[in-house]
């Protein structure tokens, strides 16, 4: 019997979740500590909370132990003097109980981690942590089933489509689905009502992911018609580059987070693998918000700065990481060091190379930028349109946009 199993995925995916299920499936004892707690400010204290875990699970085996955050303790012993000796106690004491106990006893340790990279490899070796549990964000599918779940506790409309919930939360842990739903209900007893519905459960996808919606903060007039034809220019460089509806819904009302306007993704069919034109494509579509601004208003603003940060960093990645540039073929000029959490890179290239990762970069960003101001160049009526139609309503579905684009 393996003596250890390591869920790791991105953080509110439910690893804590699953370890308990396990225990329950079982039906033996669940012990459950976050790897913080061992580190305490007295050296040798958490050296001693693991021989206490350990000795406690003995008694009462067979039984599962739980630790969260294993990151915590296990970081890699790097040889650097950090002044944490404490912490490198507590990881040679884990890893001599878990040499030390008998597998046939029944003890079974599940460790959680979002930093697997980070872990020493001694924790990783045959006899300890040696299963790999990948906790992934749920597809499609999934957010379906976790929505139906964390609706039971819910009072809850029949009609409601949880197939659409789930298409446009795309993306969303299940953490943040429970919130939705969540929030969906407390939506619904603000407003009076004795049950949420699908209108609820669609404002609260929009709660989570963007924040409230600011009611008492008016946009002016030039400020709303400059986000609608932002908006729109996104929206319309994707419908033309891929021919279909791009957009579940675009609002423009301003959300407590920051933003002016917030737009809905479709994501009709999971996939895992992007070409290369696909990614351009996106590229473009994140210019497609500043470009129309150029085209109508000439002057520029600073709602795109959120559309440059992901523009660059997909082009980037592109350079870097993917081998998507004529020069570098398939050479890694970055490493992800951090996969689950917001996956930051770090370069691993000469100075000179940089240098010319940084023209590459910006060659691509602005070839796809020139791109999606030629195709609003090419629709500018159906610019105008669909942005008066987003001005005058607020609101655009991706049927009234499809509608409007084919008319
Ligand atoms: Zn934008």
Redo the contacts with the bound molecule.
Sequence with gaps: MPKGALLVGPPGTGKTLLAKAVAGEAEVPFFSISGSEFVEMFVGMGAAKVRDLFKQANEKAPCIVFIDEIDTIGKKRDGQITGNDEREQTLNQLLTEMDGFDSSKGVVILGATNRPDSLDPALLRPGRFDRRIPVELPDLQGREDILKVHAKNIKIADNVNFREIAKAASGASGAELANIVNEAALRAVRDGRRFATQADMEESIEVVIAGYQKKNRVLSEKEKLIVSY??I??ALVAAKQTESAPVHKITIIPRTSGAL?Y?MQVDEDEHYLMSKEELENKIAT?T???AAEELIFHSITT??S??IEQATKLARGMITRFGMSDEFDMVAMETVSNQYLGGDTSLACSFETQTEIDKKVVELVKRQHEKAARILQDNIMKLHELAKFLYENETITGEQFMEILTR
Aim: aromatic fraction near 0%.
């Design positions: 932002h908006e220019g996104h306007g737009t994140l497609g918000g500043r709602g795109a959120n559309d």
